[in-house]
T-cell receptor, first 112, second 114 residues
Framework: EPEVTQTPSHQVTQMGQEVILRCVPI?????FYWYRQILGQKVEFLVS????????KSEIFDDQFSVERPDGSNFTLKIRSTKLEDSAMYFC??????????FGQGTRLTVV | SQQGEEDPQALSIQEGENATMNCSYK?????LQWYRQNSGRGLVHLIL?????REKHSGRLRVTLDTSKKSSSLLITASRAADTASYFC??????????????FGQGTILTVHP
């Protein structure tokens, strides 16, 4: 299975701090996604990104969140001012039209 | 109501037995995918079945799709202790605004006893 690499694997941050989660995508994939999974709950869609812009975002993805692909390779999710309820596992994924989505190993974010 | 609901929520079997998990959904789909997640780890893609397919096999996995009933099943044959994990179905809705966006179910926790 193609590998999607996420860094860091675990991040602890204080409430109100900014965090940036990074993802190195698989080459030749055009569609990028971020999902999150609060402990014990299901995986939830956050945002999809295509052609260097957001194509869809969920209600969770409010003004505190942003995504970008700054250098044409890494794909980042930024949370500007973290809240306790942002604690979750964050997954990036690569996919496309009617094809498999490949997920990274996730970043476990703990907000204290 | 939720897109992609699995049942049972938890399944406990002995090694060598078969495990069947079911998934129901509510909207038209392009495809349905099954994923596996070991405790606290990443999501591993198992199999994708498109809306025009009825059955797919991959090793010990067999997936069926019934679009008239909006349901799918995942069968793991001759289970092993290493199959112990959570299994999720995820649907790629037809007519969505972004390609490949997945909606996940709550998952089935499978425990295989040696």
């Amino acid at each position: 299975e193609p590998e999607v690499t996420q860094t860091p694997s675990h991040q602890v941050t204080q409430m109100g701090q900014e965090v940036i989660l990074r993802c190195v995508p698989i080459s030749n994939h055009l569609y990028f996604y971020w999902y999150r999974q609060i402990l014990g709950q299901k995986v939830e869609f956050l945002v999809s990104f295509y052609n260097n812009e957001i194509s869809e975002k969920s209600e969770i993805f409010d003004d505190q969140f942003s995504v970008e692909r700054p250098d044409g390779s890494n794909f980042t999710l930024k949370i500007r001012s973290t809240k306790l309820e942002d604690s979750a596992m964050y997954f990036c994924a690569m996919g496309g039209m009617n094809t498999e989505a490949f997920f990274g190993q996730g970043t476990r974010l703990t907000v204290v | 109501s939720q897109q992609g609901e699995e049942d049972p929520q938890a399944l406990s079997i002995q090694e060598g037995e078969n495990a069947t998990m079911n998934c129901s959904y509510k909207t038209s789909i392009n495809n349905l995918q099954w994923y596996r997640q070991n405790s606290g780890r990443g999501l591993v893609h198992l199999i994708l079945i498109r809306s025009n397919e009825r059955e797919k096999h991959s090793g010990r996995l067999r997936v069926t799709l019934d679009t008239s009933k909006k349901s799918s099943s995942l069968l793991i044959t001759a289970s092993r202790a290493a199959d112990t994990a959570s299994y999720f179905c995820a649907t790629d809705r037809a007519g969505g605004t972004s390609y490949g966006k997945l909606t996940f179910g709550q998952g089935t926790i499978l425990t295989v006893h040696p």
